[in-house]
């Protein structure tokens, strides 16, 4: 089992910054692909970033390519999403998962653990 404890959501004007972050616990953190995704209301979940367990291949959704940041710190078993140039249509609640996988996933079934979600509210 792993454990998944998001933090850093919030409500935040056009064109500002959060930094979301995730906290895992229960299983070795460095086996685990991570991965943020978010949902917003009468969509779909899609993943807008995800980091292979040794954190040097990073994956990014084309619509937060140069404004969002995915990283990872394996000996505090945290990663993080920092998010820049925030528009409205990132509004949604964003999840933390993780995979226990040496590859690369981008979808929701491929991934075995998540957590309770955190709200990213950009207003106009």
């Known amino acids: 089992q792993v454990q998944l404890v998001e933090s850093g959501g919030g409500l935040v004007q056009t064109g500002g910054s959060l930094r979301l972050s995730c906290a895992a616990s229960?299983?070795?953190?460095?086996?685990?692909?991570m991965g943020w995704f978010r949902q917003a209301p009468g969509k779909e979940r899609e993943c807008v970033a995800a980091?292979?367990?040794?954190?040097?291949?990073?994956y990014y959704l084309d619509s937060v390519k140069g404004r969002f940041t995915i990283s990872r710190d394996n000996a505090k078993n945290t990663v993080d999403l920092q998010m820049n140039s925030l528009k409205p249509e990132d509004t949604a609640i964003y999840y933390c998962?993780?995979?226990?996988?040496?590859?690369?996933?981008?979808?929701?079934?491929?991934?075995?653990?998540w957590g309770q979600g955190t709200q990213v509210t950009v207003s106009s």
């Open positions: 229960g299983r070795t953190f460095s086996s685990l692909l």
């Open positions: 980091i292979n367990s040794r954190g040097n291949v990073p």
């Open positions: 998962a993780a995979s226990p996988t040496l590859g690369l996933y981008t979808r929701p079934f491929q991934y075995d653990f």
